[in-house]
């Protein structure tokens, strides 16, 4: 089943599944943020390491299942698999978009 995906939700997951952490923050605003664990990473330098540093410990992929459109953005659960316990888990990615960036994305 294939899910309609705003275009740089779309990028993201690529950059995300491809482990490429400089696309990934290429797909934020200058001063965009992620929230994850408990942790939030500002701005492309820190969102890239992030993102690195994550490969690196998780080597984890994202098939996006549900697309769920909110009033800045939007929510895609996906499931994620990777080297930690308990893979594969259900996560929600919620983004927040400002024309065709990303201006926050929340992993919960």
């Known amino acids: 089943m294939a899910i309609n995906l705003p275009a740089v939700v779309a990028a993201y997951f690529q950059a995300e599944n491809a482990h490429d952490a400089a696309a990934?923050?290429?797909?934020f605003s200058a001063d965009g943020e992620v929230r994850d664990e408990h942790h939030v990473h500002r701005g492309h330098a820190a969102i890239s390491e992030?993102?690195?540093?994550?490969?690196?410990?998780?080597?984890?992929?994202?098939?996006?299942?549900?697309c769920s459109d909110t009033a800045d953005g939007c929510v895609v659960r996906g499931e994620v698999s990777g080297n930690f316990p308990g893979s594969p888990v259900l996560l929600?990615?919620?983004?927040?978009?400002?024309?065709?960036?990303?201006?926050?994305?929340e992993i919960t």
């Open 92 to 105: 929600d990615f919620a983004f927040q978009l400002d024309a065709d960036k990303i201006s926050v994305l």
């Open 50 to 66: 992030w993102k690195r540093a994550a490969s690196t410990k998780y080597a984890a992929t994202v098939a996006p299942l549900a």
């Open 24 to 27: 990934v923050a290429q797909c």
